[in-house]
């Protein structure tokens, strides 16, 4: 029954890993361009625009499945109280800072590409949408179709988005197992539950936050993007009052 789940998850690894290979590689030739003629800033800098701006067209296109404006605005709002209160930036701040701790060299840290920012906006990419959640439903009925076809496009996403954000994203991998697989382990009970309508605003609020990441990607904004991530899952609530 978890079939889907695990190659999905899988995928983001296998890809995750491709993408740290590439990262070490780009690293070490941009030093060697930065010592020569100072462009491997700007290198890295360019790449973080363009993924930005793919970014924050995956979150313009998601958030237009929503039709029902108040329910979106009444979600954020709401999430964004809750993930206040128990701090959940913080918490996935302190965590990731620990990690990266871990996996790196005293000076390669970058400001631009930490393993909180990466898991956040992996997580958020690669769990939020129709194909998710409806392929984790259908997994439930051992119709593997839809995340097996979910897994080829987070497998390539992942190689790009580890380039710039590192091992960050390869932890994704463990948020979006256990996401599916809970919507695919209750598949029977959730199925009511989650209408056409529910999945559109769930993808919408979702796809809000994304536009959030991308704006701190561009460094337009400081958004707690980490503190809105109840609100992807109150569309299920208030939908059966609005």
């Given at each position: 029954m978890l079939l889907g789940s695990l190659v999905n998850g899988a995928a983001?690894?296998?890809?995750?890993?491709?993408?740290?290979?590439?990262?070490?590689?780009?690293?070490?030739?941009?030093?060697?361009?930065?010592?020569?003629?100072?462009?491997?800033?700007?290198?890295?800098?360019?790449?973080?625009?363009?993924l930005a701006l793919c970014t924050m067209y995956i979150g313009i296109s998601g958030s237009l499945?929503?039709?029902?404006?108040?329910?979106?605005?009444?979600?954020l709002v709401i999430g964004a109280v809750i993930g206040e209160i128990f701090d959940l930036d913080g918490a996935?701040?302190?965590?990731?800072?620990?990690?990266?701790?871990?996996?790196?060299?005293?000076?390669e840290e970058s400001a631009a590409s930490t393993v909180a920012e990466g898991f956040v906006t992996a997580s958020l990419l690669f769990g939020v949408g129709a194909m998710s959640i409806v392929g984790s439903l259908n997994s439930g009925l051992l119709d593997h179709t839809m995340l097996f076809?979910?897994?080829?496009?987070?497998?390539?996403?992942?190689?790009?988005?580890?380039?710039?954000?590192?091992?960050?994203?390869s932890l994704s991998a463990i948020a979006v197992f256990v996401y599916e697989a809970l919507i695919t382990l209750g598949a029977s009970v959730l199925a009511p539950l989650l209408s056409d309508a529910v999945i559109a605003?769930?993808?919408?609020?979702?796809?809000?936050?994304?536009?959030?990441?991308?704006?701190?990607?561009?460094e337009l904004t400081k958004i707690k993007v980490t503190n809105f991530i109840p609100a992807v899952f109150l569309p299920i609530l208030l939908c059966r009052f609005m």
């Open positions: 983001i690894l296998a890809g995750s890993a491709v993408g740290l290979f590439l990262r070490f590689i780009l690293r070490r030739s941009s030093r060697r361009s930065e010592s020569e003629n100072g462009i491997g800033d700007r290198l890295q800098k360019i790449v973080m625009q363009g499945e929503g039709k029902n404006t108040l329910l979106a605005i009444l979600s996935m701040n302190r965590a990731g800072n620990w990690v990266q701790k871990k996996v790196t060299h005293p000076g076809a979910k897994s080829l496009l987070d497998g390539v996403s992942s190689v790009v988005f580890s380039v710039s954000f590192g091992i960050g994203v605003e769930m993808t919408c609020v979702g796809s809000l936050m994304i536009i959030g990441l991308a704006l701190n990607m561009l």
